[in-house]
């Protein structure tokens, strides 16, 4: 078995003028990729090499396969942080039930958005940050290169933000906070969040 590049959910132009078409094309189709192909590689003739892609990357971690866990691990959160964003000219609203939670913890949504920028804007070197719910309460955590809260049982994550300077700097060059504020004021899949909250 090998595992799959997932279609992306939307069209390489759809994230313009906030992410443009020539990101997502390298982001999707080199970095995405890529990590699919190498990770296919390390697994062919193993033992795990069957596991579906959640139980490899835990199989990983938990046996410290290393580079196999930073690149199974980078399959599954680019496939999160596509559907944690929306097609720009479709902003979603926050669905109620996600809304009562993020009222709770956060104060509101502007302050929810701006706890997002401000975990990216102080992530050092590459990594995620990521909208979780861990002990009932949501959270804004970072994870640095491939780390994701999947491999932790009390985390859900909810959304996910791509720091990595591939994922802006053809776009906006050093200028993280730009891509910061783009994705978090009208790019992000409110809806995904409020289902991955349902589903957990
Ligand atoms: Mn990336």
Redesign the pocket.
Known sequence: MTIQLPQLPYAEDALAPYISAETVSF?YGK??AGYVQKTNELIEGQPYADLPLEELIQYAHDNNLGLLFDHAA?IW??TF?WNSLTVAEQPQSVPDSLRQLVDRDFGSVEALKAKLVRKGMTTFGSGWVWLILENNRLDVIKTQNAFTPLTNPNQTPLLCL?I?E??YYLDVQNRRLEYLKNVTEHLLNWSFAAQNLENR
């Open positions: 982001h970095h995405h980078q959160n680019h942080f791509d990595w591939h994922a």
